[in-house]
């Protein structure tokens, strides 16, 4: 299948992750995309695979039609086990199986080989739950997943990370193979040593940008565009290098891989004559290296984005303490009205407060949609009158009251709603934590012990981004098991169960090992512990808390 990028660019919540990529990824070829960590190359696997759709700039797959009709591409991701979601090895590779139509005689004899390419033995492996197996198991199985379709298109994401040496050996064996075989590969890299020597395009994203793209020839005779992207050449290419520039090797000898260099070192074991060295003097691999870049190199530094990271900076550095009380008297008040000009008054200004915060609209829409269909549903059940409607719609009667009072109702609970939002969309976990332990430290006094609820109440906080990010995730693996384009926005009842199960074993796991982290610090409820925030109240908050209040207040006149 061959792959076609037109300057794609993509970004999360306003930040861009990717720009300008423009690429040809040939049918059948494989291409290595590397760059430091953050310059963008999860997020283009993304892209590649089909799961992620560009914010703009355009990806093209496929020419004829006998391509079109091959399952558009698999993704093995970076950690496989949020990949992994059925009861067992055999179910899980069969979901794919399933998305992609393949018929149903030939399931088994696909999960078969597929595990058997992978060296995983059907007999001891299929029945096995993948939540039970090692690492390097897991992306063993989510590589069996991936091929038993027969994808045109294979996307894989640090393929050999947690694989012992013989495994990721046995890897690059398998994607030599399928290479092969016609398939197009695409994988995503730190791993330079194994898979530079195998790509026939090599692809390096410097900040989301491609800095480079081409064949690996160039890059094994002057890495400088490695260096340049932040990254370490090869040691075959380093070591190279230094043996020429040593004369230990021959000029034009650029070994294209470890074993190229070992065969061309064999091939001239005696040193070339005006070497400054004695005649068999060995060169230590210490020796080799000197002078190369070794140190970690830096994550380079993120552009800044001027004025929305100004605004949303203002909004994150209030102190949680001016937003509980804001979120308190502002959520009083609006329970409080009963008239439809405050409302509407109220809406103005919470409106007013989103647009500042500069919370993307996209974002916004997500999280209403639900709500508002919810609400447009009991709005109009809260209007239905059947003894004395004051207008008809067919069968169904409707009374102007009814349908006032369950407007205003409807728009409260919005606001109330909209204010939560707002609070959380500003609010980042540690401050949130502070300023609840805050508001409900008067409890103490009466005998409640607020330190365990607030304890539960933060841990409980710090699962929910975490398990939306999980949730997020397996939404991804599904999907690239075959969800077809357009019909995304769509989870079958069947669909949404699936994620059930890995997810509540996820969280259970993970509040396992919080628990057993808390226990072996000695927690103790009595003590007061280190907080993770420390509340500073400044100026600007005593200004804001006066706003707050001069808002409710006229708010609370007006209703
Ligand atoms: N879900 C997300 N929300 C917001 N920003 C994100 C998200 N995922 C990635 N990013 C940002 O997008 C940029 C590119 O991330 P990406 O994961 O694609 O990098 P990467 O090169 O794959 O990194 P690594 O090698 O560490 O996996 C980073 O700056 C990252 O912080």
Known sequence: MRIQLENVFYQYDRKPALHGICLNIEQGSLTVLCGVTGS?????????????????????????????????????????????FASTVYKDIEYGLEQ?????????????????????PYESYSRRSPFLLSGGEKRRVCIAGAIAAHPGLLVLDEPTAGLDPPAAAALLDKVQQLRADGLTIVIGTHDLDSFLPLADQVVLLSQGAVCYSGSVDPLNADPGPLYAAGLTAPAYIRIGRTLRERG??????????????????????????????????????????????????????????????????????????????????????????????PLLLATAMIGGLLLSAEIPWKRMLRFFRPFLVMF????????????????????????????????LAVLRFLLLIAIGFLFTETTTGAPLREGLEWAIAPLERLGIRTRNWSLAISITLQFVPWILERLAQLQLAL???????????????RQISLLIVPLLI???????????????????????????YVLVWLT????????????????????
């Open 100 to 120: 992609h139509r393949v018929p149903k005689p030939l399931w088994q004899e696909r999960v078969r080989s597929a595990l058997a390419q992978v060296g995983l």
């Open 40 to 84: 963008g190359k999860s997020t283009l696997l993304r892209l590649i695979a089909g799961l992620e759709q560009p914010d703009s700039g355009s990806i093209s797959c496929g020419e004829n039609d006998e391509e079109s009709a091959r399952p558009i591409a698999s993704m093995v991701f970076q950690q496989p086990e949020t990949q992994l």
């Open 506 to 532: 996820l969280v259970i796991s993970m509040g396992d090992e919080l628990a057993t982290a808390i226990d072996s610090r000695g927690y103790d409820p009595r003590k007061k512990r280190t907080p993770s």
């Open 248 to 341: 230990r090797l021959e000029p034009q000898h650029k070994p294209r891989s470890l074993d190229e260099l070992l065969s061309g070192l064999r091939s001239h074991p005696l040193p070339i004559p005006g070497s400054s060295r004695e005649p068999g003097t060995t060169i230590s691999a210490g020796h080799l290296l000197s002078g190369e870049k070794r140190q970690l190199p830096p994550i380079p530094p993120k552009a800044p984005e001027p004025e929305t990271a100004a605004r949303t900076d203002r909004w994150l550095s209030l102190d949680p303490r001016v937003k509980w009380l804001g979120m308190a008297l502002g959520s009083i008040v609006i329970l409080r009205m009963g008239a439809l000009l």
């Open 376 to 407: 447009l549903f009991l709005w109009l059940l809260s209007a239905l009158s059947w003894d004395s409607p004051d207008f008809t719609l067919g069968p169904l009667g409707f009374s102007g009251e009814g349908f006032l009072q369950g407007g």
């Open 540 to 559: 600007r908050d005593t200004i804001a808390l006066v706003c707050i209040v001069l808002s409710a207040a006229v708010l609370w006149v007006c209703s």
């Open 479 to 493: 999907r690239s098991r075959g969800r077809q384009k357009g019909r995304l926005a769509h989870w079958t009842p």
